[in-house]
């Protein structure tokens, strides 16, 4: 079984700050991870995706995770908060091969002007 | 040119009744999902069906059933809703094999009085 634990239910930044959503995982075999973003009224998309390939992955908006398997972590970062950053972040995970995903309970990210 | 919508938006109904949540999508894609939002930001996964098989996730209730009458089609219908039925509730879709990249409809936000 895999699940992921998203620390920290709300994240308010600067703008202009750093960005960091944590996101551990815990799996029995090896793990694909991703990033969703969810905007206001709006459905999730997808932000980026860790597949075993390169441990430090970009995604779309100058975000970026990295896969650190000593730590059993996917932290997602961006240099720069802006407010259209603003939106709610869910962690997911995928068993290698199982083609169906499991969230985490989400991170909502406010930016402070 | 909305790849996946669901309709309706917003569902108000009390509890006991039937209700039933429509999605469509023109991706061509093959396999459609519905996930459940708790009021704590929890996503959970309700099913995910592609024209050979019909996967349950067994904590869900056998009053929420999904019907497809065709393949960019997946509907959720609800009978004798309950109070803790009020969620919004996400459909999904994706290429087989390719779960992760799933696209997701905006939502329908279920209330039960």
């Known amino acids: 079984a895999q699940s992921v634990t998203q620390l920290g239910s709300h994240v308010s930044v600067s703008e202009g700050a750093l960005v960091l959503l944590r996101c551990n995982y815990s799996s029995s075999v090896p793990p694909y991870l991703f990033w969703y973003v969810q905007y206001p009224n709006q459905g999730l998309q997808l932000l980026l995706k860790?597949?075993?390939?390169?441990?430090l992955v970009k995604g779309i908006n100058g975000f970026e995770a990295e896969f650190k398997k000593s730590e059993t972590s996917f932290h997602l970062t961006k240099p720069s908060a802006h407010m259209s950053d603003a939106a709610e972040y869910f962690c997911?995970?995928?068993?290698?091969?199982?083609?169906?995903?499991?969230f985490g309970k989400g991170t909502k990210l406010s930016v402070i002007p | 040119d909305t790849a996946v919508s669901q309709t309706p938006k917003y569902l108000v109904t009390q509890m006991g009744n039937d209700k039933s949540i429509k999605c469509e999508q023109n991706l061509g894609h093959d396999t459609m999902y519905w996930y459940k939002q708790d009021s704590k930001k929890f996503l959970k996964i309700m099913f995910s069906y592609n024209n050979k098989e019909l996967i349950i996730n067994e904590t869900v209730p056998n009053r929420f059933s999904p019907k497809s009458p065709d393949k960019a089609h997946l509907n959720l219908h609800i009978n004798s809703l309950e109070l803790g039925d009020s969620a919004v509730y996400f459909c999904?879709?994706?290429?087989?094999?390719?779960?992760?990249?799933?696209?997701f409809g905006s939502g329908t936000q279920l209330s039960v009085l």
């Open positions: 999904a879709s994706s290429l087989v094999g390719e779960g992760e990249k799933l696209f």
């Open positions: 997911a995970i995928e068993g290698a091969g199982s083609y169906q995903l499991t």
């Open positions: 860790y597949t075993s390939a390169a441990t």
